[in-house]
């Protein structure tokens, strides 16, 4: 069975800085997608970022951008010029096999301060 | 934007009660889930709809939860009876190939008492 491992329960950054978010995965699958979901106080879980395992360059989008290390199971998320609106429980998630296979991990919660 | 509906946002109902939850994925979206998440946990997964089609429910308990998306489109999730332990958010995701990145609705938060 697939497991998703986050061992941050809880982060907190100042704003304007950067902070990154572990995630580590277990697998015996070679085709994969693994995500990242950002789940703020109150409202609804979207995604942040996505990445292929197949492809070897880390994804990037604005100031989320993602260090994938296939060969580790290491999947952690970078956010630069942290904002106030980036607060917010964030969930790394493992997928294979066509839309089947969901796992989230169990969340880091991530405070930013001003 | 298109969006996930969920109804209601909010159900308190007493242990040994149904209760039920429904959605309405983004149009055009095969792929259905229904999650249980804990207050300070992940989203787990109960069922997962591809049209009308069960093709994961290996962790739903199945003798108090079903689930059913009759023609493809929405889907209603019930519990009966429910526990006090079934208190938690039910979120619906729709997701469409081949990226299968997963679109969130608000969720129902339930209360059982």
């Known amino acids: 069975a697939q497991t998703v491992t986050q061992s941050q329960p809880e982060m907190s950054v100042q704003e304007a800085e950067t902070v990154t978010l572990s995630c580590t995965y277990d697998?015996?699958?070679?085709?994969?997608?693994l995500f990242w979901y950002k789940q703020p106080p109150s409202r609804q879980m979207i995604l942040v970022i996505r990445?292929?395992?197949?492809?070897?360059q880390n994804a990037t989008e604005n100031r989320f951008s993602v260090n994938f290390q296939k060969a580790a199971k290491s999947f952690s998320l970078k956010i630069s010029d942290s904002q106030l609106g980036d607060t917010a429980m964030y969930f790394c998630?493992?997928?294979?096999?066509?839309?089947?296979?969901?796992?989230f991990g169990p969340g880091t919660r991530l405070s930013v301060l001003p | 934007e298109a969006e996930v509906a969920q109804s209601p946002r909010y159900k308190i109902t007493e242990k040994s009660q149904a209760v039920a939850f429904w959605c309405d994925p983004i149009?055009?979206?095969?792929?259905l889930y229904w999650y249980r998440q804990i207050l300070g946990q992940g989203p787990e997964l109960l069922v997962q709809?591809?049209?009308?089609?069960?093709?994961?429910d290996s962790q739903l308990p199945k003798d108090r939860f079903s689930a059913e998306r009759l023609k493809g489109v929405d889907s209603t999730l019930k519990i009966q009876p429910a526990e006090l332990g079934d208190s938690a958010m039910y979120l619906c995701a729709s997701a469409v190939s081949p990226t299968y990145e997963q679109y969130f609705g608000p969720g129902t938060r339930l209360t059982v008492t």
């Open positions: 709809f591809q049209d009308e089609s069960v093709v994961d």
């Open positions: 697998t015996s699958e070679n085709n994969y997608y």
């Open positions: 149009s055009g979206h095969a792929t």
């Open positions: 990445q292929e395992a197949y492809k070897q």
């Open positions: 998630a493992f997928m294979y096999n066509y839309g089947q296979n969901f796992v």
